[in-house]
């Protein structure tokens, strides 16, 4: 499998994979195939793929040391862009067709609804883990700054279910929401897991690492 994975025409897949939504959704309101909501649509696509791709992203290094795939870590940064892409295609169906860029009205909606202040804070926090996706800013922060700025991911996972959650929870319609929360919940959970012990396993200050083994 990891053979399969390095070879040159799999990230070119992945790539054309991921812009299959974008293609269908373009596809779609040429044809007027969106519905009687057709931003109601684009808002809600743009929205489910962000959270898919996010899904994908964090799977990315669970899959990589249980299943011993190495080579999935060549797609974790171009699927973590496309994340990124999704969320501003999900905010600008938001803003334009939506609300037709009125910012009074947004703002009010912000108020009324703040599941939308949620949504655009997970989209804050993500703007920096896009702008230093590359090697270049790992080199110019430096590998443990860029790691630590890079956890944001776990505070932007959790605060996409709680906008999935309030968009949802008035419709009273939370299947959807429970299984992105489930998978989302296992992700963050393993890795909480194997923080946990990593921290067993290091020695305690003072002592040699013998007498914390035992």
């Known amino acids: 499998m990891n053979q399969l ?24 309101a040429i044809t007027h195939q969106l519905g009687v909501n057709p931003a109601e649509a684009l808002v809600r696509s743009t929205g489910d793929w962000s959270l898919r791709l996010l899904c994908a992203v964090l799977a990315v290094t669970p ?10 870590l060549r797609f974790r940064r171009m699927l973590g862009l496309f994340v990124y892409f999704y969320v ?14 009125d910012v009074a009205d947004m703002t009010h909606d912000i108020a009324k609804r703040p599941f939308i202040l ?27 700054r860029w790691l630590a700025l890079h956890r944001l991911v776990y505070a932007v996972a959790v605060l996409a279910v709680l906008h999935f959650f309030w968009m949802r929870a ?39 690492s013998a007498v914390t083994r035992r």
């Open 170 to 208: 008035s419709k009273n319609n939370l299947v959807e929401v429970a299984v992105y929360a489930l998978i989302l919940g296992c992700l963050l959970g393993w890795r909480l897991v194997r923080f946990l012990r990593e921290q067993r396993r290091q020695p305690l200050p003072g002592l040699p």
């Open 63 to 72: 899959l990589r040391r249980l299943g011993g795939l190495p080579a999935l």
């Open 118 to 144: 949620v949504g655009f804070t997970a989209f804050l926090l993500l703007t920096p883990l896009a702008a230093t996706s590359f090697n270049r800013a790992i080199r110019w922060l430096g590998a443990s």
């Open 88 to 101: 501003v295609l999900h905010l600008l169906s938001y803003s334009w067709f939506d609300m037709g860029f």
């Open 5 to 28: 994975l390095l070879r040159p025409w799999t990230k070119p897949l992945v790539f054309l994979g991921a812009l299959l939504p974008v293609g269908w959704l373009l596809l779609a």
